[in-house]
Structures are given as structure tokens and as C-alpha cells.
């Protein structure tokens, strides 16, 4: 309850119907002795704990946005949802962490194929906690990828791409083909041996696609060989022209999927609902009276 | 009774009594509201400032594809380094403004009667594997050139031998000056050792493939 006053009224969880939050309590047996007041002092100190509240209520009146928010943290799961069913927001995470660590290695980072060796030395061996920062978003690019596969292998394997989710399925197909650009184009970044080859071999592949693939490869290295506008061409890439469609396909997926909510696991038998039994027996009955049913 | 209101309200006659309006130009099979002209026309604004964007950026990005860059020759060594039957190995710059990584490394000789070429004419092979772009090295006691990805085999003249290479290995042209040997632009073969414009690695040459695999502008016209 302490927690509760904290939360402005709208954010709070609906209350059941018939669990009593309506009553008003016992009235006062003693009505000829004045309530005792509070002091000047707690007053305050109720006041104080109300800010945040008042503050909050204070952002909802102008937003509107506890009516989103209470939909959206208080929706109903169906019964049977389990850790598969976190896979996405793991992969939400992972995008968070590679945002971030992103972010902070841009500070250092310098694209320029004479100063990006250098520059990735410099993070990795000077910078604190560089190769940490270096080392989350190196190795997280790796769990992301995994991460993506893996939800889409629970959403493939719980039918969860079925009526009424195929759209989303279609924008999940896009953020993982943009999740595998990015690190595609992340490679190259460190600019060493490894990174290199792996992009020549990469272009080149790209570029077997019959007709538009050595256009293609020539757009990807802007020119006929990998060369110095290639790295900030990929820096470009990596870091702004992809994060830019991935945040907004990430908004778009998951409206959907509070908008349409998620689906029991397939092992579940759907059971029979009662109301639905209720009404078919109401109608039943007004049939047998002489009327006709209620649409 | 809606007549009788209008009166009322100060309007002098109903609308089916007041007199057709006559402005110059007016007529009466008008067949576009002035709200559709206005939403025409402002979707028409938002298309041209969206293209005034888009267009631009769009250009800018593609247009590598299309410009070919300076033709870059470089000196690698005297004619009487070369020998007709093995291939001495050269690097030189092919990318300039990236360092080293610009380099490229070709196996150079001189052109040999037995395989019917022109004596007098350099032969400059690349090292790209034909399959992905690895780097072949030429192995003397073969007389091979052999990928170390995966498993690319070349004959001397750099026709495949085996492997998954799609056409022999690419060449540079060269050329002879004052004595000297010096290799240009790069260029792709066919399988019968035609010369046609660079192609990536991966590319198969010659027939229908030099449609499907179109020349790029980027790169150089064959000799």
C-alpha cells in the first residue's frame, strides 16, 4: 500500500470488482471528541510524500499517458506464457546495450582507414574500462544475433506468426535482415587483417546476385575496390542509417504486439468459456419463448 | 419548416430562388472543388520538398557506381627480371588513400610461345582468387597457382583447374617502357583466356554471364 500511494491514481492497478477498495470503513464510534489534528509538521511530511505523485499527475493531465501505460503494463497474458516468451525483450535488451556501448566507442573511434587501427589500440588499451565498453558491444553484436534467431525460432515454433501477428512477422523478418547489416558493417569497423577479408569476401558475395550484385558491391565500396570511402561509407551505415530504421521498426513491432498481445504456448487446449456457454443457453431459451435471439 | 427558419435568420431567399452565380469563368460542370485543388496541391508540395531531400541524398550515395577513377600504371621491375617460364611476384598499389590496404600483389612473366602468346608481351596475373577474393599463391613445384580457402586450383596460365573458382584468375594489363615493366588496370578473362572488364570475384565471364554479371562503369574497358 506504501508503494501504492506513490503512483497517481489513474497508474494504479484496477481494483477487482468486489474486493472491497470501495468501502469507505467504519464510521467513527466516537463522534463528540474532536479528531486529533495533525501537526504543521506532518502535514509537510504528507504533502512531501505526495510530490512525486503530484508530479506525475501533473505530466498525465497534459499527456493523457496513463491511460496507454495501464493498458499496456496491466494487459493480459494468456495462460501458459513462460520464458520463452522473453526471448524478444532479451533481444530488446541486447539492442539497448549495443546502443549504448555503440554510443560511447564513437567518442573514440575515428573513421578514417589510416587512424582506425589506432583509434580501436587506443580504446582497448588506454581508455578505462575501453576494453570493457569495447568488449560489450563486440561480443553483444554476437548474443544479439543469437538472441534474434532464437525468438524467431519461439514465435516460428508457438505459431505465434498466425492471424492476426503475420505483419509483425514481416517487420520482425525486416529488423532481423537489418540486425545481420549491422553486423555486417560493424566488421569492417576495426579496420585489421580479419576485418578486412571477412568485408572483401562479404562485398564479393553480395555481388554474385545476378544482374544488380556488382552494382551492388561498387554501391558497398563506393568504387570498383575496397578503399578509403568504404570504411566511412560502413561507419555511415552502422551507425546511423540502419539504428534509425531499426528504432522505428522496434516502436512498430512492439505496438503491435501490445495492440494485439501474445498467444497461449501450442500445447495448450483451448478451453471452453463459460460466458460463451451462457449466452448460447440465454439465446436457447429465447428461442424456445418465441424470439429471436440477441446479436 | 427549414424555410422559415432561413427567413427568420435574415437569409432573403432559399436557396432554390437565389440567382445562379455569374463571376467570370464560372460554370456550371465544375468538376473540381477548391478543397480537392488545395489538397492536390499541397500533397504536390510535399512530394516536391520530399524529393528535393530524397533525390539528392539518394544520388549521393549511388554515385560511385558510376564514376571511374584515374588509370594508374606502376613500374614493377625491368624486362630482364621477368622469364617466360616461371612467375616473378610483384606488389604495387592498386587503391590509393587507404596505406596498405591498397596494395595488391600480381605474379608477373614474360609471355611464352608454348602457351601461344607474343613473346615480346608481359603477362601480369592477380592474386584474387577467383571464387571469393582470398589471395592464390603460385606454387613453383606444381607450376600451380593454389587458394588456401577453399581449395582453388589454377593452371599456369591461371584457367581453372579445380576447385570452386567460376573463371580463371583476373589480370592486369601491362606494358613496356623504355625497358622497363609497368602494370595497369586490371581486367577479367574468360574461360578461353578472353579479355573483358574487371569483374569481382564470384562473377562467372563470357556468354550469357556478361549479362547476368553486366560491366560495371567503374571499372576499365579491356585491351
Redesign the interface.
Known sequence: MKLDSLIPAPLRKPAKPGSGNGAKGAAPSDLKTAPERPSDAQRLGERAKEAPADVLAWVDQRTAASGFLTGMLYRKVPKGTNWFYTLGSATLFAFIVQAVTGVFLAMFYVPSPTEAYPSISHINNEVFLGQFVHGMHKWGSSVMVILIFLHMGRTFFFGAYKYPRELNWVIGVVLLILTMTMAFTGYLLPFDQRSFWASVVGININGTGPVLGPYLSDFLRAGPELGATTLSRFYSIHMLLIPGALIALIGAHLYLVVKLGTTAPPWLRAEKPKVAAGVSQLEAGVEANGGSPRR | MADQTDKQNGAETTPAERAKPNPPGYFEGESMTRRRVFTIAAQGLGGVAGAAIVLPAVGF??A??F???KERWEEVGRVEDFVEDTYRQVVFT??????D??KTTAYVRKGSARLEEDPKEMIAISNRCAH???PVRFVEAAGNFICPCHGGVYDFAGKVLGGPPVRPLDRFQTRIQGGRVEVGPRYSVTSQLEAVR??????FTGGIWE??????P??FPPP
Do not use: F
Open positions: 550515395a549511388v560511385p557506381i564514376h571511374r577513377g592498386e587503391t590509393e588513400g587507404i596505406a590496404a591498397g571469393l577474393g582470398c574487371a569483374r569481382d570475384p564470384g562473377e549479362y547476368l554479371y553486366p560491366p560495371r567503374s571499372t
